[in-house]
């Protein structure tokens, strides 16, 4: 399970455009042990996995529910019905500075989908 959850890290961290650097000064390690987590080397503590997932603005249950860890009595998260493509996108989105950016996002994905739909 380690394997799948360093492998999940590896992709969110670089779908976020961030360095292993980054990372580990986020969660207050090292960049060498970054790479341990996501090799699977190394275990992660539950409060790392936490600091892990606020990191990228996603809820912790992103990294439980892709490696098929059984949930007992947790209470439903608002995140818990997007794919992992929704909830990466949702967490590059969050990540833009300034409305006018995020704005020029939203119109240039609705011209994206626009096109998708004229061309089939």
């Given at each position: 399970m380690s394997k799948k959850i360093g492998s999940l890290i590896r992709e969110m961290r670089k779908?976020?455009?961030?360095?292993?650097?980054?990372?580990?000064?986020?969660?207050?390690?090292s960049y060498q042990q970054v790479q341990k987590y996501e090799k699977g080397v190394s275990k992660l503590s539950i409060s790392r996995l936490l600091q892990i997932a606020e990191a990228f603005g996603v809820p912790v249950t992103s990294f439980l529910e892709e490696a098929k860890v059984?949930?007992?009595a947790?209470?439903?998260?608002?995140?818990?019905?997007l794919t992992?493509?929704?909830a990466k996108l949702l967490m590059l989105f969050r990540r833009l500075k300034g409305k006018k950016l995020r704005e020029g996002f939203l119109e240039?994905?609705?011209?994206?989908?626009?096109?998708?739909?004229?061309?089939?």
């Open positions: 779908a976020a455009g961030m360095s292993q650097m980054r990372l580990a000064e986020k969660i207050g390690v059984t949930k007992v947790e209470a439903k998260t608002p995140y818990s019905g992992d493509e929704e240039m994905l609705r011209d994206i989908v626009r096109l998708s739909e004229y061309s089939r």
